[in-house]
């Protein structure tokens, strides 16, 4: 069944989505009700479709036989501890609310990712979410989507595409993210840096945003300069390597500051600045975003100045979007999550309840 490539994901065609998909527990009780009241039917496609429930089979219990809700995630990877958590969560949440999910990792590649949508399309899966590693390069494959009826909704960053691929986006925002951590280091350094950035995954929504937001707080503020940006890929590893490279050079002597897009990558490269002898924290001051459980520890060993955060738990929302998207509810084309910020005046409190 295809949608009628137009427009976005109207109530009515989720409902026609939902039932192309065999998913309609609720509605099947009372057309097994209307089946056997007023012998409306010989046994079609409703009842067979909706879970089991055959016409005139009066012992059956609808709840018994209600079908699972089937979901298809594909994930990115395994990258950052903050990628770590926010699998944990999506796990967790269809875990505990009986719900059968298709997890797929990437393993970083926008290829894998493509495919691993193909693939819940096959299984006719009831909905697709991933979370894109890129921004680009979408628009066909979720084209495809659309055309076999699929709902899709966005986790953590959004793909660069039409409104009407995709239901809801929910995520952080990332250009605020970059912005917040500015404000922080203009504030810390009284507005004179030599700024040295880690950026995130190449083409990648939160590189590309938080470099942005960062950016135009720096440019109003004359007394700071970013000398060198690189990829560091999220990672710690990338981030350390990237990092020892850079203070071996005649720039990386000069650097008073560091912003990395994420903890794991300041973390990486705080273990650099200490091997090349110097001092993170008063050397230089090292700002970085995710608020994960090693960054607020290094903010109280002064090593880290402050962690944005950027929360990974998006199970919770991400499953009762996909709920209600099948139970025909409206939806807001975007959900921003709401995100803290730590340093040295909240890091202590927070840490004890941090999970990850
Ligand atoms: O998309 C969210 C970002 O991806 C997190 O900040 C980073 O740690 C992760 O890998």
Redesign the pocket.
Known sequence: MALNGTGGYTGSEVSRVRSSHRFIPFVMASLAACFLLVGCGSGGDTAKDSGGTKPGDSTTQPDANKKKIVVGFSQ?GA?????TA?TQSIKDEAVKRGIDLKFLDAQQKQENQIKAIRSFIAQKVDVIAF?PVVETGWEPVLQEVKKAGIPVIVS??RPDVPDDLYVTFI??D?VQEGQRAADWLVKKTGGKAVIAELE??VG???ANDRKKGFDEVIAKNPGMKIVFSQTGE?TRAKGKEVMEALLKSPTGSQITALFA????MAIGAIQAIEEAGKVPGKDITVVS??GIHDALQAIIDGKLGCSVE?N?LLGPPLFDAIEAVLAHKDLPKRTVMKDDQFDISNAAQVLPDRKY
């Not at 897009?261 to 794991?264: C, F």
């Open positions: 990115i990258e950052s501890a903050w990628r926010n979370s953590d960053r995520g952080s990332f995130g995954t990648s929504a939160p999220f897009h994420n903890d794991d975003i995710d950027c990974p």
